[in-house]
């Protein structure tokens, strides 16, 4: 059962549209397929009515009504009458699993609980609504008082529940306590079905599910990217791959729909999944390491049985400064790119001075790099050795730069300038328009600047600034240079450097590209 509708939107901050609601109940049930979806709590408000309203006609279309869930409580009629209204026919009646829960949250006596459920339940079953229960805070129950647990439970095998849930609320077992309460209990009751609910408070919902499949519980519930209150709830793909390899039972989930999920929930709820996620984490089929990339290319030495295929992802070679020649050869045939030997050599050098101020460069980010290196020319006039711009509010960016210019006997004479501008790359071409007009040399106007970030880049991604550039003698003419840098500026600058060695060299046009 999947929860991310009910469960999964406790997440703080996070809400559903109607619509959003009906495309994740349509992608959990007709693509990934889980057996049911809990999809809210009776009597939220009004708004909630029309989201389950919409869903539910759509489930009635498809053949789907059973395998849509909403929670209801032990009011006896209130929550039976407003999900039968909408078209609902399965409620998860919430009960107290543990003692301290019944006598200080309802201040009432088990036996009275106990009254309450079975009247619900009854009127549930009048009006064909069929009935699972959760026992809340089962967890804290079998730690502190197992004999209520049982008390209760006695009462319940009576009563043609469907599913009895056992809900860890807080995250408060470990593996082995899970497998001993699951087993106890479905060894006591051989005639109930029982779910397990995890929590993720310590870190082993998932060890926990597993536990609790392994120990006899017939359902599990997860959401999507472990959405719930406090640390989550048990993701839905760790635990369908766990039971498929780790336990060796099959579900009717399809693992090549898991990523699908997972990104529509990411984009409704605004919570990014973190990069190393089991599965469906955007780096975890992915290998910095370049040993790890010469192991794959003799002979596939770091496959697992978690392939990238299986999710219907894609193995990956991180670009950066672990990576050696294997890595960037991966990831050149991916783009259909071919260099030669010292291309390749050239590239992979900038590769680690770029790492060495942004941590992963991506495949994404390698055709500017290309771009960038086979542009550049071998043997440079000119050469930025530093820059300094400082842009601030009320005051003017200022820039300050030190540019090297190989002189008539072959070496390199430095000359420093700073000045003042409107912006920050302003304030740096004025500086250099000071060291030129020492020169003597006569700058092209700009005519376009355009700045770039790889599609599907982040806030760290390489920046391509490409700089288109009128003629200085033949204004109708232009030619176009580019600098990739990690900071927007300073890919400027690289782009300018670029523009002053074609003017000296008296080339106008692109060396590549």
């Not at 992915?286 to 040993?291: F, L, M, N």
Request: contains cysteine; hydrophobic residues 40%.
């Amino acid at each position: 059962m999947d929860t991310t509708l009910r469960d999964g939107e406790q997440m703080q901050d996070v809400s559903y549209t109607p619509g959003e609601k009906l495309a994740i109940a349509k992608v959990l049930l007709e693509d990934v397929k889980v057996d049911h979806v809990e999809l809210t709590s009776a009597l939220v408000s009004e708004g909630e009515r029309g989201a389950v309203r919409e869903v539910i006609t759509w489930a009635q279309e498809h053949g789907l009504t059973d395998a849509i869930e909403v929670l209801g409580f032990t009011d006896v009629h209130r929550s039976v009458d407003w999900i039968r209204d909408l078209g609902c026919t399965v409620m998860n009646l919430l009960a107290k699993g543990s003692l301290r829960h019944v006598t200080t949250q309802l201040g009432k006596q088990p036996s009275e609980h106990f009254a309450d459920i079975g009247a619900t339940v009854e009127y549930a079953s009048d009006h064909a609504v069929r009935c699972n229960i959760y026992l809340e805070d089962w967890s804290g129950g079998m730690l502190d008082s197992p004999d209520y647990v049982l008390a209760m439970l006695d009462e319940l095998a009576g009563m043609g529940l469907w599913r009895i849930m056992l809900p860890d609320t807080l995250g408060l077992l470990s593996p082995p306590q899970v497998h001993r309460f699951v087993g106890d209990l479905v060894s006591r009751y051989p005639g109930l079905r029982f779910d397990f609910h995890g929590h993720d408070d310590y870190g082993v919902a998932t060890a926990n599910t597993l536990a609790a499949v392994e120990a006899g519980a017939s359902c599990v519930h997860c959401t999507i990217n472990g959405m719930g209150e406090r640390a989550g709830n048990t993701p839905l793909d760790e635990v369908v791959v766990g039971i498929h390899d780790f336990l060796g039972r099959r579900t009717n989930v399809d693992e090549t729909k898991l990523i699908t999920a997972c990104e529509r929930v990411e984009v409704f709820s605004g919570r990014r999944v973190s990069f190393n996620k089991p599965i469906v984490g955007p780096n975890v089929f992915t290998q910095t390491a370049g040993i790890h990339a010469d192991g794959d290319h003799k002979g596939d030495l770091y496959a697992s049985r978690l392939s990238p295929e299986r999710f219907a992802r894609r193995r990956r070679y991180a670009l950066g400064k672990l990576s050696g020649k294997r890595s960037l050869e991966f990831n050149l045939a991916d783009l259909g790119i071919v260099l030669d030997d010292e291309q390749s050599r050239l590239v992979l050098e900038r590769i680690k001075e770029l790492a060495d101020r942004k941590q992963t460069i991506t495949q994404d980010d390698l055709p500017f790099i290309i771009s960038d290196v086979l542009e550049t020319p071998h043997n440079r006039q000119f050469i930025l050795r530093s820059c300094v711009v400082v842009s601030s509010i009320g005051l003017k960016p200022v820039a300050t730069i030190k540019l090297a210019c190989r002189n008539g006997a072959g070496e390199f004479d430095e000359y420093e300038a700073s000045d003042q501008g409107d912006g920050g790359y302003d304030a740096f071409m004025n500086a250099v328009r000071r060291i030129a007009g020492k020169l003597g040399l006569n700058l092209p106007r700009l005519a376009d600047y355009n700045v770039s970030i790889p599609p599907g880049g982040k806030s760290d991604a390489l920046v391509q600034c490409s700089i288109t550039w009128t003629h200085p003698d033949r204004p109708g003419e232009v030619f176009n240079t580019k600098g990739v840098h990690s900071d927007q500026v300073l890919a400027a600058a690289q782009a300018t450097e670029k523009m002053l060695n074609l003017v000296a060299a008296g080339s106008l046009a692109p060396v590549y590209g």
